[in-house]
């Protein structure tokens, strides 16, 4: 099966169902699987109080949480119109509750599965109200332990639902390559026996292709129409070019790992012939002659004795006379 790449448009329209509407064709053109938002009442994501992270204050400012996330909301109607918009293009709406009322809103129009984000890994309730659901689950893992991630398993499992795929990450935007750590993917395949993929917050398109190199079956990764436009997001984000070739990139590394059988490739097999070499006369050699090292070598083309049966040639007799480099037979 192919690996799954979700577009994680996320607020990066800035409130406007105008933009979000352009991201949706940007990440249709880009060949994505999927366009993923976030779907939130500010008031209730936040308190008044909640401060912003440091990449948040550096690209919008020292307002609150609060009245950042008021700025980036798209109702529900809006998201309604944005799910038809989906349809109608032919590319998978998704999108991130971060409120009970958001669960409820977006469960009843009918997504395909839940995307849980890092800061919600360890908030009980609203694991329960997802995994009862039943809907399939893939979880970042950001900020998280190995036991963290254990316990948000057993309450999804135990309240319905049934299939689960991990996404480690690292939530820092953006992420410095040494914070990366792509071998705690494959640390928690091997903990917890689930299909395991990458949300990527590094600049660039290198680490979710090498994630992909490394068995995740899922790719998640954030993208903008224009990194200098104003928001929390647009500064980690791809550009819809870069987005199309970080898609056609996984593609190619996704055909290039293969079956893991070691035989030659349909491709290469007509190459067999012009790089390998045979047992020929190094000089002309009379029928009967005894075979030495001072009449045979070895020399391309591969279409004659093989060269790994050199000592079962050797003080043989020249069935026939052979010319100067012409295939020696037995």
Not at 45 to 53: E, G, I, P, R
Not at 227 to 245: C, F, I, T, V, Y
Not at 261 to 288: C, F, Q, W, Y
């Amino acid at each position: 099966m192919s690996v799954y790449i979700i577009a994680e448009a996320g607020v990066n329209h800035n409130g406007s169902f105008a933009i979000a509407c352009q991201l949706v064709d940007a990440a249709k053109s880009a060949g994505v699987d999927c366009i993923k938002f976030q779907t939130f009442k500010s008031t209730n994501l936040v308190s008044h109080t909640a401060k912003k992270a440091e990449y948040q204050k550096a690209t919008t400012g020292d307002s609150s949480q609060q009245d950042m996330l008021r700025k980036l909301e798209l109702s529900y109607d809006e998201f309604i119109q944005l799910k038809a918009y989906c349809d109608k293009v032919g590319i998978c709406f998704l999108s991130t509750p971060f409120d009970f009322e958001s669960i409820v809103f977006l469960n009843a129009i009918d997504m395909p599965f839940w995307k849980i984000p890092s800061g919600e890994i360890t908030n009980l309730p609203y694991l329960l109200a997802l995994a009862k659901t039943g809907k399939p689950v893939v979880m970042s893992t950001g900020m998280c332990e190995l036991h963290e991630i254990e316990a948000a398993i057993k309450v999804l499992k135990e309240n319905g639902t049934k299939e689960i795929t991990l996404l480690h990450c690292n939530t820092e935007y953006p992420t410095p390559f040494e914070d990366v750590n792509l071998r705690a993917m494959q640390t928690m395949r091997e903990t917890f026996g689930l299909e395991v993929g990458y949300s990527d917050h590094t600049k660039g398109i290198e680490v979710p292709v090498a994630a992909v190199a490394m068995g995740a079956t899922v790719i998640e990764k954030h993208f903008t129409l224009d990194r200098n436009m104003e928001g929390p997001d647009h500064k980690a984000s791809l550009q819809p070019d870069e987005l199309a070739a970080m898609v056609q990139s996984i593609r190619n590394i996704e055909a290039a790992l293969g079956t893991g059988k070691k035989t030659p490739s349909p491709s290469e097999r007509k190459n067999i012939v012009i790089a390998r070499k045979s047992i020929v006369a190094l000089r002309d050699i009379m029928a009967g002659e005894i075979l030495t090292e001072d009449n045979i070598t070895v020399k391309r083309p591969g279409s004659g004795v093989s060269p790994m049966k050199w000592f079962e040639v050797l003080g043989t007799r020249a069935v026939r006379d052979f010319k100067e480099d012409e295939l020696i037979e037995l």
